[in-house]
């Protein structure tokens, strides 16, 4: 992957760009389908138990993350994203179940039910995840600093309204204050898609599993998304996304970030726009003069969680002396 970095008075601009093993871009994100009866989750990331053992397609977004440290935690300059992953987490050795991580009272406090990445200095003892640190110890070491902010480019659930998701990770991955770009499209009592697509607007009023990866499906809320309509005729096999979009109701820090990826000839290119001087308790904030820690990661070829492609740490300078130096636009 190559990286470009500039900034301005008001943005840190950071170019991204690589090429992707598949021969299409990686827009989609699994389903809903409907059986006859009820709404199921249809395909899945590459990893997924349902999908090694052939039961279900391989269905996942394209991805690029970056990983961000201002030096105030310990051993990611040397480490990068690698401090944050550990034994317990999914799709890794000895990948923890629902009842272990219930039992672990850190991941309780904080309502989770399975491991994802967390620092070291979030547990008592650092290489062992059903560890765990009073909460108010973690809201002290996030107050001084002590987190890695996380911003995520997704192909499928922030590109399409211009964005890229915000998020920081300490005893778990979390995603800052507010709202996201994109939500679930599942009604969690009538257990129905929340919106379906456009007729007029987008061809039909659902998906079937021919017409997946032959261009995008995506639900954008004002553009080609309306309310589900229980009563419009669903029949065996169509399916809508498991999320909907909306630039208008992101809010908050985690709306912070902009972003614009195109796919051309096998090769992503993605633009990530961060404003500088940003003051919430749940970003790294980025300055003229400043120099950074950074890690990046490509998610490629439908996968989650531990498949990914990820860089050695490096560092980036904001008009400052660094492995990857922005530089300051007119």
């Known amino acids: 992957m190559t990286v470009q970095a500039a900034y301005d008075t008001r943005n840190a601009y950071l170019r991204l760009q690589w090429k992707t093993k598949g021969a299409w871009p990686g827009v989609e994100y699994p389903y809903y389908r409907f059986d006859g009866k009820e709404w199921k989750a249809y395909g899945g990331p590459r990893l997924k138990q349902e999908v090694r053992d052939g039961k279900q397609p391989a269905i996942y977004e394209d991805?690029?993350?970056?990983?961000?440290?201002?030096?105030?935690?310990?051993?990611?300059?040397?480490?990068?994203?690698?401090?944050?992953?550990?034994?317990?987490?999914?799709?890794t050795?000895?990948?923890?179940?629902?009842?272990?991580?219930?039992?672990?009272?850190?991941?309780?406090?904080?309502?989770?039910t399975d491991v994802r990445k967390y620092l070291p200095a979030t547990r008592?003892?650092?290489?062992?995840?059903?560890?765990?640190?009073?909460?108010?110890?973690?809201?002290?070491?996030?107050?001084?600093?002590?987190?890695?902010?996380?911003?995520?480019?997704?192909?499928?659930?922030?590109?399409?309204?211009g964005m890229a998701d915000d998020g920081y990770v300490l005893e778990y991955r979390n995603f800052d204050a507010g709202k996201n770009p994109f939500a679930a499209?599942?009604?969690?009592?009538?257990?129905?898609?929340?919106f379906m697509f456009d007729a007029a607007k987008a061809g039909?009023?659902?998906?079937?599993?021919?017409?997946?990866?032959?261009?995008?499906?995506?639900?954008?809320?004002?553009g080609n998304a309306v309310p589900f309509d229980a009563a419009a005729g669903w029949k065996e096999g169509d399916m809508l996304p498991q999320y909907v979009l909306s630039a208008a109701q992101a809010s908050g820090s985690a709306a912070d970030n902009k972003a614009s990826g195109s796919w051309q000839d096998g090769v992503w290119t993605v633009v990530i726009i961060r404003p500088l001087g940003l003051a919430n308790s749940d970003d790294k904030?980025?300055?003229?003069?400043?120099?950074?820690?950074?890690?990046f990661a490509v998610h490629d070829d439908n996968v989650t969680s531990r498949a990914h492609y990820v860089s050695l740490p490096t560092t980036l300078g904001i008009g400052a002396k660094a492995k990857i130096e922005a530089v300051k636009l007119p």
């Not at 991805?63 to 999914?90: N, Y």
């Not at 499209?185 to 929340?194: A, I, M, V």
């Not at 904030?285 to 890690?295: F, H, I, P, R």
């Open 185 to 194: 499209n599942l009604d969690k009592e009538t257990r129905q898609p929340k």
């Open 93 to 112: 050795r000895g990948q923890a179940s629902s009842e272990e991580a219930a039992a672990n009272p850190l991941l309780a406090a904080i309502k989770k």
């Open 204 to 222: 039909g009023k659902a998906v079937t599993a021919e017409q997946v990866f032959k261009k995008e499906h995506i639900l954008v809320q004002g």
């Open 63 to 91: 991805r690029v993350s970056i990983m961000l440290d201002d030096g105030k935690v310990p051993l990611f300059a040397e480490q990068g994203c690698w401090l944050t992953c550990h034994d317990g987490e999914r799709d």
């Open 285 to 295: 904030a980025l300055a003229e003069g400043g120099v950074y820690n950074v890690g």
């Open 124 to 161: 008592t003892d650092p290489l062992d995840w059903k560890t765990g640190k009073p909460l108010a110890e973690i809201e002290r070491l996030k107050a001084a600093g002590g987190f890695v902010d996380l911003i995520q480019w997704r192909a499928h659930r922030s590109n399409p309204v």
